[in-house]
């Protein structure tokens, strides 16, 4: 399997920054492709061994892109996740700094987090959807817009000034990458792990969300994030994107999954993998692995002599 890495370039992206931190020796090549699905054609053509594709922002949401490009591969697996502070400067050429800026080319997602800065300080500004920050800081060099709205690293990427720093119209916003392989073994639980899932509910059923979302609740699993995206088969028909603070070999996480996959029209598993803060969530007494290996045990003891007494939980 080739050793080498994609990512959503070109060099200077947020994606190169995630990319670089989960590549923390450098030991692989790294190899920029210009849009999420040629990240996802790469892999599994095995051109690469992985690819780092944007998540979900913590102002902007979920990057809808790489939900729809997901929802069309087969067999590619989420193994890490990478967190990244995204900071936005406003870039142009060096010797046009005086110009007046009329075209601002960034990507929809950075956009979306500018928006207030644009409107107060280029309110006639056009703006221009770009599939990379770095890519519409490559094309202001090329001379085909007057501005980029890109990382401060992408000035030094494209020789560009950075005439505005820090325009973020709120302070902190961090993004969520995701590293995905092909045909690979889901890693081992670390104690403080993230499931994602894709659920396609039986349309026209009452009830139906509330009842995937029992899964979770009764088994004490905890969702950092739950998407209805449409299916494409027609109005009302939805699937969901769930993350659930657990690892599939968890007791609670595997009958949850059980629970989903009789209850769902269909249950797409995109991979448990450490999550990037680390932190565990507390797991409650009565869905710990504790807890489910005594309720097995009990359940198989029924079926030998009577018993006299429920077990004790632990
Ligand atoms: O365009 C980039 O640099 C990316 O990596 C995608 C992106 C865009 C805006 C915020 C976070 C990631």
Do not use: K
């Amino acid at each position: 399997m080739s050793s080498r890495i994609a990512y959503l370039g070109p060099e200077g992206t947020f994606t190169e920054q995630a990319t670089r931190q989960w590549d923390r020796e450098g030991a692989h090549e790294l190899l920029p492709v210009p849009t999420v699905p040629a990240a996802l054609a790469a892999l599994a053509a095995g051109e690469v061994g992985a690819a780092v594709v944007p998540f979900e922002n913590s102002v902007e949401g979920s990057v809808p892109a790489t939900l729809q490009a997901l929802q069309e591969t087969q067999d590619v697996r989420i193994v890490a996740e990478e967190l990244v502070r995204v900071q936005f400067s406003l870039l142009v050429r060096p010797e046009w700094a005086q110009r007046p800026i009329r075209t601002v080319a960034t990507h929809p997602h950075a956009a979306a987090q500018v928006r207030g800065w644009l409107a107060g300080e280029l309110p006639e500004a056009r703006i221009v959807p770009e599939t990379s920050t770095a890519r519409a800081a490559q094309a202001v060099a090329e001379g085909q817009y007057d501005a980029a709205i890109a990382a401060p690293g992408a000035a030094r990427a494209y020789g560009l000034a950075e005439a505005a720093e820090q325009i973020a119209d709120r302070e902190g916003a961090v993004t969520r990458f995701v590293v995905l392989r092909a045909g690979v073994p889901v890693p081992p639980p670390t104690g403080a792990d993230r499931t994602t899932l894709l659920a396609l509910i039986w349309a026209n059923r009452p009830g139906a969300l509330l009842e995937l979302l029992d899964q979770f609740a009764v088994r004490g699993i905890d969702l950092t994030r739950l998407e209805s995206r449409p299916t494409g088969e027609g109005l009302g028909e939805y699937q969901f994107w769930i993350d659930a603070t657990a690892h599939l070999t968890e007791a609670r996480m595997t009958e949850a999954l059980l629970g989903l996959r009789r209850t769902c029209r269909d249950v797409r598993f995109f991979g448990s993998y450490p999550r990037a803060d680390t932190r565990a969530t507390p797991v409650p007494e009565h869905a710990d692995e504790q807890t489910y290996a005594a309720a097995a045990a009990w359940v198989r003891s029924l079926s030998g002599p009577a018993v006299t007494s429920g077990p004790s939980r632990r």
